[in-house]
């Protein structure tokens, strides 16, 4: 049941994880517009399910079809990168600080659009469940249905990333990231590039929130903190994990990671507090102890075991949910650790 | 009224050019500044540091803007056309072998992206089969045996590897001329000499008019049928044909010390 979880939330974090791939290792772009382009796609999902009695929504999603509200979400996300992307490239404002500002800006918009801070959509039609997919659906896997679903999106939208990224227009987003300066030698405009690669990036964000909503069953305005660096810890760790193996796309990849993060997230919501410190010490020591081998292994152990039993003795503290965001940002560091230390060795074995 | 020569390929006239404008630092570098190069010229142009020589390329390429002037390509002016547009019909190598490749793509995805130029980036497949063969003829010219590892990233090439093949894209589809900046002063000598005669033969090949500025005296002399040289904005010294072919690295390094006397260095 825990296991289905995992994949059920990886899966779907996986579909932003997508998004991810693109502005991060493809155009180089910290991209912070996801914190809000997530809950976006939500937000959008759940105002056009809860509002079919309003003639003109009526009309735009052709009798509250799921399916179609899922892509409208999309839509939705998708101009929340071209705006990220207006600013940054026409106005000239850092990579960083425009999406900040749409991100901001977003938090409101999300609460307009969803008209309060939470709304449950508990009974209606989803993608998960309507009257078109019961009645094809046999009740035999009922519990790998969900599962099933979000696979297909999030395979899907991995299949239709991997197709494009292979087209003119593909290899022009890659070569943005690469070298500007070559784009330009090809007669083209790399700031429209960068905004069309964010457009498509927060596109598979909003997708990820729409799923998202529909799976848990309600919208909550804060639902994307974090949200940017959950996608990033998948990229990162799925590209590390596959370095070395060719056949392995980086979009399959973020994928795996995304669903390895959630199962760590997991896990560590299981440990104390001591655990956790100790386990941050030992990955410190091991990656930036220099030290001979047999001596880097005893100082590790005793720092590790000392951190452990201190805040054991000492700091009566108990883990609870509320620590989520905190564990995530301790695991995010350790990823960040771990790949810094891959990168340096890269670097000292060229030279 | 024309002028004796062939067709005007390029032309800058009367170019101003003031860095930070206003400030104490204000240095002015072009004033007045003419040049027109002809079709089939190949332009050699040397100069100290500072003397405008990579100033005027990034002013034709539009790289950096000018405040006053014209800038024409062939008989239309260009004065006000963004740099990416200008590229469709220029190409242009850098000194630095990184700046014309993209690393992360193989050699093929490289080749198709040059292949590309002019046309529209579509949804179309990015490699198209039926050119592969052509892709492999021209990288079989470089003597590199890059068409035998088309599907190497090119990030992993040397640096003179590089440098041929941001060459070979630079060519691949029909431009007015070609830019070279110092794109051989980043390589080792033998690997500078290979590309200064790959460079020749494409140049040779496709007819192509060609600016190319370097720090190198024996190529400036050696190679091209025209020479320029930049000081303080200006061209002290400009021979064609006959009269290049005459210079001696002598010559110009004699110029050069001159220079630096007047300078009082």
Redesign the interface.
């Known amino acids: 049941m825990i296991l289905l979880g995992i994949l059920e939330q990886g899966m779907i974090y996986a579909i932003m994880a997508l998004g991810l791939y693109i502005t991060y290792k493809i155009l180089d772009f910290p991209d912070l517009t996801v914190d809000g382009s997530f809950p976006l796609g939500a937000a959008v999902t759940v105002m056009l399910m809860t509002n079919v009695d309003s003639g003109m929504i009526n009309a735009i999603t052709l009798g509250h079809n799921p399916y179609i509200i899922m892509f409208l979400s999309c839509l939705a996300g998708g101009i929340a990168g071209l705006v990220t992307g207006i600013i940054h490239v026409k106005f000239k404002v850092r990579d960083l600080l425009s999406g900040v500002i749409t991100m901001t800006g977003l938090y409101s918009i999300n609460l307009h659009i969803a008209g309060k801070a939470n709304v449950p959509i508990f009974n209606m039609e989803t993608i998960f469940s309507n009257r078109g997919l019961d009645s094809l659906y046999p009740d035999l896997l009922d519990n790998l249905k969900v599962l099933i679903i979000i696979s297909i999106v999030t395979i899907g939208s991995k299949i239709l990333l991997d197709l494009y990224l292979k087209t003119k227009s593909g290899y022009l987003l890659r070569a943005v990231g690469d070298n500007t300066t070559l784009v330009v030698s090809l007669a083209k405009d790399s700031g429209s590039v960068k905004i069309l690669g964010l457009v498509i990036a927060n596109a598979l964000v909003a997708l990820s929130g729409s799923v998202m909503a529909q799976q848990q069953g309600f919208f909550e305005v804060s639902m994307g903190t974090g949200a940017m660096v959950i996608g990033l810890a998948s990229v990162i760790i799925g590209t590390s994990l596959f370095k070395r193996v060719s056949f392995v796309k980086p979009t399959s990849a973020a994928i795996i990671g995304s669903i390895v993060y959630k199962a760590s997230i997991s896990l560590a919501m299981d440990m104390s507090l001591s655990m956790i410190l100790a386990i941050v010490v030992a990955v410190v020591c091991i990656v930036y102890m220099k030290k001979e081998l047999p001596l880097k292994v005893i100082l590790t152990i005793i720092s590790t075991v000392s951190v452990y039993l201190v805040v054991k003795l000492f700091i009566p503290y108990e883990m609870s949910a509320s620590d989520m965001k905190l564990i995530t940002s301790v695991l995010f560091m350790i990823i960040l650790i771990t790949g810094h230390e891959k990168k340096r060795r890269a670097k000292g074995a060229r030279a | 009224m024309r002028r004796r020569g062939g067709l005007k390929v390029l032309e800058l006239k009367d170019i101003h050019k003031v860095y930070s404008a206003g400030t104490i630092n204000e240095s002015c570098l072009f004033q007045g500044f003419n040049l027109r190069i002809e079709k089939g010229e190949f332009v050699s142009v040397v100069g100290s540091n500072g003397s405008g020589k990579t100033s005027m390329l990034n002013i034709i390429c539009g790289s950096i803007d000018i405040d006053q002037g014209q800038i024409f390509v062939g008989d239309k002016d260009i004065t006000d056309i963004?740099?990416?547009?200008?590229?469709?019909k220029i190409?242009?190598v850098?000194q630095n072998p990184?700046?014309?490749?993209?690393?992360?793509?193989t050699i093929l995805?490289n080749m198709?992206?040059?292949d590309?130029?002019?046309k529209?980036?579509?949804?179309?497949?990015?490699?198209n089969k039926s050119r592969i063969e052509y892709y492999k003829e021209s990288l079989s010219q470089l003597g590199l045996g890059l068409e035998d590892r088309l599907n190497t990233q090119v990030g992993t090439l040397s640096g003179g590897q590089r440098q041929a093949m941001a060459l070979l894209m630079?060519t691949m589809t029909p431009i007015d001329f070609l830019v070279l900046d110092e794109h051989t002063a980043a390589l080792d000598p033998k690997t500078a000499e290979k590309i200064m005669e790959l460079t020749d033969k494409i140049v040779h090949e496709k007819h192509l008019t060609t600016i190319m500025v370097t720090h190198n005296l024996r190529y400036a002399v050696k190679y091209g049928n025209r020479l320029l040289m930049m000081h303080q904005g200006e061209a002290i010294l400009d021979k064609k044909n006959a009269e290049k072919s005459k210079l001696k690295v002598d010559d110009l390094l004699g110029l050069f010390s001159q220079i630096s006397v007047e300078l009082g260095n």
């Open positions: 963004k740099e990416h547009v200008r590229y469709n190409g242009r850098y990184a700046m014309g490749t993209c690393p992360t793509m995805e198709s992206l040059a590309n130029k002019g529209s980036f579509n949804l179309r497949m990015g490699t630079s």
